[in-house]
C-alpha cells in the first residue's frame, strides 16, 4: 500500500449518508453509518462503505468540494495496492496448473532482469515475492508539489524501468530472511506472468477473474480519467496550500502492483468467492492463508496483521480473523475485509483522504480498520 503525504482538509464536511437494501438489519446498517460519519468527521471527503450478507451500504462526505454532490453508493474508484490480491490469485492458479512453483526462482522466468547491486534474482523466489520478503527495495518518484503533479500526472513507467530503479539500490535484506512491503515484487510477478501465459498480467485477471465472476465494474483504465459515476479525490502539497483535485492522473500505469479500477460492490464479490474457495483449487488457498508477521513498523498501523500470498489476516473483536487488503495512493484508500469462509465482506473507499503527520494516517486507519470489524462482528 503506498499512501502519499498530504495535509488536513481545513473545512467541516457534513455527513450525507444514505442506506439501501431494506432487509438488512437495524444494528448493521446503524453501525455501517455511524462509521462512515466517524471518518468524514476525520477530515475525509467522501466515503464509500458497502457490507455484503445482509447487504448494506453506506456513504458519507462529499463526492466533490465544489458541488459538493453526495458520493455515489456505485461510484468507481482507483483500488491501488488491492490489486495485488488478483495479481496473486492469478500466480497461484498458475501454480494448481503446474505451469510455475512458488519455489521458483525469479531467474527462472525473468533472466538477468534482478541483478547488480546485490540483488540476485538466482535467490529470490515467487513465493517471497508474494509474501514480501524479497528484500527488493522500492524506488517509486513522488508528486512533491502542485507543480510537479501537473508536469508529471500523466507520466507512465514500464515494469522494466521500475525494476531498474530498485535494482539500482542494494536489497533492504537478504531474501527470506525479514518482511517489508515490495510494490516492486508485484511488478515482477505481473512480468513472470505474461513469461508464463504470453499475456499481460491484467489480460490474465480479465479472464480468469473478472469475467468468470461478472465484474462487470472491474477493469484496467486506458486513459487517466476514471468513468462516471466516481468521487474525486484531493491532495496538499504543503500544509500552506490549497487543496488539489488529483483525480485525473495515469497512476502506475501497466504494473501488477496497483491499477485496477473497481467498485465495492465487485470487489466484495471478489474477495468472497475467493476465500470461498472459488477461484483457487484447496491446496493452493492453503498456501495464500500461510502467513507471517509483518514488520515491526507497520504493526502500529495494521495491529495483529499477518501476511499470506496476497493476502492479510487481521484479528476480529468477536474472535477469529478476517482476510483482506488495503491500498492507497493520492488521497484514495480502499480496504476490503472477508470472513474466513467468505460468507460475510466488507469493502470501504475513502477519497481526499489527507494525512499531513503519522497521527493523522494512525486515526485514519483506526477509524477505518473499526468499521471493517463492526461490519464483519454485527450479527455473526
Not at 515482477?188 to 499475456?199: E, F
Not at 493476502?311 to 480473523?321: D, E, I, M
Amino acid at each position: 500500500m503506498r499512501i502519499r503525504s498530504v495535509g488536513r482538509l481545513s473545512l467541516a464536511l457534513a455527513a450525507v449518508l444514505s442506506t439501501t437494501v431494506p432487509s438488512a438489519g437495524a444494528a448493521d446498517r446503524t453501525g455501517l453509518r455511524r462509521d462512515a460519519a466517524a471518518l468524514t468527521a476525520l477530515g475525509v471527503t467522501g466515503v464509500q462503505a458497502r457490507s455484503t450478507g445482509p447487504g448494506l451500504v453506506a456513504t458519507g462526505g462529499v463526492a466533490d468540494l465544489t458541488t459538493r454532490r453526495p458520493v455515489s453508493p456505485y461510484g468507481y474508484f482507483r483500488i491501488a495496492s488491492v490489486t495485488k490480491t488478483f495479481v496473486a490469485t492469478v500466480i497461484l492458479q498458475l501454480a494448481g496448473e503446474g505451469r510455475l512453483s512458488l519455489s521458483d526462482t525469479v531467474s527462472r522466468w525473468l533472466p538477468g532482469v534482478v541483478s547488480g547491486n546485490g540483488n540476485d534474482g538466482q535467490a529470490i523466489s515467487v513465493r517471497q515475492l508474494l509474501q514480501h520478503t524479497s528484500g527488493i527495495h522500492d524506488d517509486y518518484p513522488d508528486f512533491t508539489s502542485a507543480e510537479d503533479f501537473y508536469r508529471h500526472r500523466y507520466d507512465v513507467s514500464t515494469p522494466e524501468q521500475t525494476v531498474a530503479r530498485a535494482t539500482r539500490h542494494h536489497p533492504d535484506f537478504p531474501p527470506g530472511s525479514h518482511w517489508n512491503y515490495s510494490n516492486t515484487g508485484y511488478v515482477l510477478l505481473g512480468m513472470i506472468i505474461q513469461r508464463v501465459t504470453g499475456h499481460s498480467w491484467h489480460e490474465e485477471v480479465r479472464s480468469r477473474i473478472v469475467r468468470p465472476l461478472g465484474l462487470a465494474h472491474t477493469f484496467l483504465p486506458g486513459s487517466a480519467t476514471l468513468p462516471w459515476p466516481h468521487a474525486e479525490s484531493y491532495q496538499r502539497f504543503q500544509p500552506s496550500e490549497p487543496l488539489v483535485d488529483v483525480t485525473e492522473q495515469t497512476g502506475v500505469g501497466d504494473n501488477g502492483e496497483a491499477g485496477l479500477v473497481s467498485t465495492t460492490a465487485d470487489l466484495n464479490r471478489f474477495f468472497r468467492a475467493l476465500l470461498g474457495g472459488r477461484l483457487l483449487p484447496a491446496a493452493q488457498l492453503a498456501q495464500m492463508k500461510r502467513t507471517v508477521p509483518v514488520g515491526a513498523e507497520w504493526e502500529p498501523l495494521m495491529p495483529g496483521a499477518r501476511d499470506g500470498l496476497g493476502l492479510f489476516s487481521r484479528p476480529l473483536s468477536c474472535g477469529g480473523v478476517y482476510w483482506g487488503h488495503e491500498g492507497g495512493d493520492s488521497g484514495w484508500i480502499t480496504a476490503v475485509g472477508v470472513t474466513a469462509d467468505g460468507r460475510r465482506g466488507v469493502t470501504v473507499s475513502l477519497t481526499g483522504v489527507l494525512a499531513e503527520s503519522p497521527d493523522d494516517v494512525m486515526h485514519v486507519e483506526r477509524a477505518e480498520s473499526e468499521l471493517v470489524d463492526d461490519a464483519l462482528c454485527t450479527r455473526r
